[in-house]
């Protein structure tokens, strides 16, 4: 008897080792990796503003052109993409804003120009939200989520810039991480951007750790040759 109640503690435990356990930490913390989605997400959704990346880069212009940047982070569309495609985090470049791919059936409705509403998991920024954070649809996220969701910091109620298009060239898709609602934005509106990486950061070569791993075995063999002229 004592040998099955030990095997039922011992599945108990695996089970709730294992809820939430998709997101492996990257970077020292920096980010993390979504084990199923096979990406990393940055830790810090408001990273160009606490990096002070956006501090040192702001223009002034709001609602003007897709290109401005403000100090508190937040930026247009053409601005955030750019951000995110010159990040280099301790040597790990090829950040990029999340997808919203199309067409989209999960979402909760389906208009000419692509899948808008709740419940859209097929996004990148979707699946985030509700498969892998724990939200619910059209709830406040800081009130309903799981435990991965202490991960990451700045989770506020705002819009979140994709990087993808629509047929109007003055529009793109946004996502509201703060109850799980995908639409569409104007490019020159001002929202945050939360950078991801495709696959695991950890299996991405650092050129200058390479440089330093390959000057030390021709160090060795230098060193060899040396000793045994």
């Known amino acids: ?22 997101l492996v930490s990257r970077l020292g913390g920096l980010a993390y990796y979504d084990t199923e989605a096979d990406l ?18 702001a223009n002034g212009e709001t609602f003007s052109s897709s290109t401005h940047i403000l100090e508190n982070g ?20 090829g950040w990029r804003l999340p997808e919203t791919f199309l067409p989209d059936s999960t979402c909760g409705a389906l208009y000419t120009n692509g899948p808008s509403g709740f419940n859209c998991t097929g996004s990148e920024l979707g699946n985030m939200y509700y498969n892998v954070l724990g939200g ?12 991965n969701y202490d991960l ?3 989770l506020s109620n705002t819009f979140l810039w994709s990087a993808t298009d ?19 934005k104007i490019k020159s509106f001002s929202f945050y951007a939360w950078a991801v990486h495709d696959g695991d950061v950890s299996t991405v070569p650092v050129p200058a750790a390479a440089w330093l791993f390959g000057s030390g075995l021709i160090g060795l063999v230098g ?3 040396r000793k045994n002229a």
Do not use: C, P
Not at 5 to 10: A, H, K
Not at 40 to 57: E, F, K, M, P, V
Not at 169 to 180: L, S
């Open 223 to 225: 060193f060899a040759r």
């Open 152 to 154: 990451f910091s700045n």
């Open 40 to 57: 990393t997400w940055l830790a810090d959704i408001q990273y160009a503003r606490t990096s002070g990346y956006s501090s040192d880069n």
């Open 74 to 93: 937040q930026m247009g569309w053409d601005a955030a993409l750019i951000w995110a495609d010159q990040l280099n985090i301790n040597g790990v470049t």
């Open 1 to 22: 008897m004592k040998f099955w109640n030990y095997t039922l503690v011992g599945i108990l435990l695996i089970i709730s080792d294992s809820t939430n356990a998709a």
């Open 136 to 147: 619910e649809a059209n709830t406040v996220f800081s009130a309903v989520h799981n435990s």
């Open 166 to 184: 629509t047929s109007n060239n003055d529009v793109a898709w946004v996502f509201n991480i703060g109850v799980g609602h995908q639409t569409t």
